[in-house]
């Protein structure tokens, strides 16, 4: 029965999290997809350095294996992160702060919009072609921290609408307390490449502290200048942490 549960839970949170297809016949349940976010990404973040080795064993470039899998994950997804990451972006131009969460609502892309979407890939993408060693840790890590800064700002701060996209989030997460399973496979993940060998110890704990200092930066300054969170800015979140990880590694390579 638990096993049961937590199998429609994973479903759940892959079909609204991903493009990838699964049968009908699975068990789903959405109520409580959110707290399976951070395996999503993570399973996420191992297609991306699954299809980053292929590339390497053809021979391509590392400059255009970068694109490739950012441009890969932004096609997994549907661009549904980012295009959070856009709309906050638009509400937070808007001076008076009554209006921003209209701003948000608005499905045109504004200037601000667009300038952080293209902030965003600019940064993974440079990131990542600065990165000749330990991509696919990064790539996994990176995707993951990003869902757990999302579970984090789910729990920590009170959601603004009272309906919306990201309202049976708030429902389904309410305490600190329920980030942390997440949190303990972040870490055994990080301790397993170090432990195997995969990655040094320094780039093993850089990356926990990227991930986590982003992780409650981005959610707490987000929060401050709209006083809580929404959807968007969940996808906020979770792109601007996956930046954080990516630059921080990429200099510490």
Same mark, same amino acid.
């Given at each position: 029965m638990w096993l049961r549960k937590q199998w429609a839970r994973l479903n759940a949170a892959l079909l609204f999290y991903t493009r990838l297809p699964l049968p009908r016949s699975w068990p789903t349940a959405f109520e409580s997809l959110a707290k399976a976010a951070v395996l999503v990404g993570c399973l996420i973040g191992l297609l991306l350095a699954g299809t980053d080795w292929l590339l390497a064993q053809l021979g391509w470039p590392l400059a255009v294996r970068s694109a490739l899998v950012v441009f890969g994950g932004l096609w997994l997804t549907g =661009? +549904?992160? +980012?295009? =959070?990451?856009m709309d906050t972006a638009d509400g937070l131009a808007v001076p008076e702060a009554q209006r921003r969460l209209a701003a948000m609502a608005d499905s045109r892309s504004g200037a601000f919009g667009v300038m952080a979407a293209i902030a965003i890939l600019l940064l993974k993408v440079s990131a990542l072609s600065a990165m000749p060693y330990h991509r696919g840790f990064a790539l996994l890590l990176a995707a993951g921290w990003g869902r757990w800064g999302q579970q984090w700002a789910i729990a920590r701060y009170p959601y603004l609408k009272p309906a919306g996209k990201g309202a049976f989030h708030k429902a389904a997460i309410r305490s600190s307390w329920e980030t942390l399973p997440s949190l303990g496979l972040l870490i055994a993940l990080s301790l397993g490449g170090w432990w195997l060998n995969w990655v040094p110890g320094a780039i093993a @704990?850089?990356?926990? @502290?990227? =991930? =986590? @200092?982003?992780?409650?930066?981005?959610?707490?300054? +987000?929060?401050?200048r709209l006083g809580g969170h929404t959807g968007d800015t969940y996808g906020a979140v979770v792109e601007w942490v996956e930046v954080a990880v990516l630059t921080v590694l990429a200099g510490v390579s």
């Open positions: =661009g +549904l992160h +980012l295009d =959070g990451a @704990l850089w990356t926990g @502290l990227a =991930g =986590g @200092l982003s992780s409650a930066v981005v959610a707490a300054w +987000l929060a401050r």
